[in-house]
């Protein structure tokens, strides 16, 4: 399934709303944890995956970035990246991510932040991702934490004055398909265990170099004391692969 909900007005106008959206990567509360995983970026060729308002794109300029593609599935999403300026070094892309087919060895770096949890088919996409990286490059992604994903519910169990007491982890080991609510929208994500995304990188060439379980700042919970919950399970998943360079 290839969706698209960011092409739904309405849903669109919620996203705008959300402190990331208006603030960029310093309101991202995985921001500081994702950018320690991030190798040197000067002079290096980047593809950024599901790159919505584009704000890694722009990182990646501001790093010294030769070039920079970004991918993402919804117009709305690339007319805003392109609002923000106009860079000849950036080129937006609208395809969904299941349809990459780039050049062997086009990219030094791809970055993909919380948009791979959307997708089905996550090995083949590695795949891709691993042709398009030239030897010694870099995949960094985040993804929603198989811990968040398990139940299609994603939400706390509560007490009766409406508490959270704890979160709820069943149905681990059941992978694929979860109907799940976000900004008050149906989405469709899957979810996968932390064996089966690792293994995934592992089978496509990947060697795993550094994990991450981010929690949130402490700048971050006193701008937004409700992510104080965020510390008691991980909500995001962070990796760093790198594909091995050439032997010849």
Not at 117 to 145: K, N
Not at 158 to 183: C, I, K, M, N
Not at 213 to 240: G, W
Request: with cysteine; aromatic share 10%.
């Amino acid at each position: 399934m290839k969706q698209n909900k960011y092409d739904d007005q309405g849903f669109f106008d919620k996203y705008k709303e959300m402190p990331r959206s208006i603030s960029g990567l310093e309101s991202a509360g995985e921001w500081p944890a994702l950018k320690q995983l991030i190798p040197d970026l000067r002079d290096k060729r980047v593809l950024d995956l599901g790159c919505g308002y584009g704000w890694h794109c722009r990182y990646a300029r501001e790093q010294g970035a030769r070039s920079v593609v970004g991918v993402d599935i919804s117009a709305k999403m690339l007319e805003r990246a392109k609002s923000y300026g106009d860079d000849p070094a950036i080129t937006y892309v609208q395809l969904p991510i299941e349809d990459i087919a780039f050049d062997a060895e086009q990219f030094d770096v791809v970055i993909s932040s919380l948009a791979l949890h959307y997708i089905a088919d996550f090995e083949a996409v590695c795949r891709q991702i691993a042709h398009a990286l030239a030897p010694g490059g870099t995949f960094v992604l985040s993804v929603e934490h198989p811990i968040f994903t398990a139940r299609a519910a994603q939400d706390w169990h509560y007490g009766a004055e409406g508490e959270r007491l704890h979160w709820p982890v069943d149905d681990y080991q059941s992978e694929g398909l979860r109907q799940t609510r976000f900004l008050d929208n149906d989405v469709v994500k899957y979810h996968r265990t932390l064996a089966t995304l690792l293994n995934a990188l592992i089978s496509a060439g990947f060697t795993i170099a550094q994990l991450s379980e981010p929690q949130p700042t402490q700048e971050a919970i006193e701008q937004y004391p409700d992510m104080r919950d965020e510390t008691r399970r991980p909500i995001f998943l962070l990796v760093a692969a790198f594909k091995a360079a050439s032997t010849e």
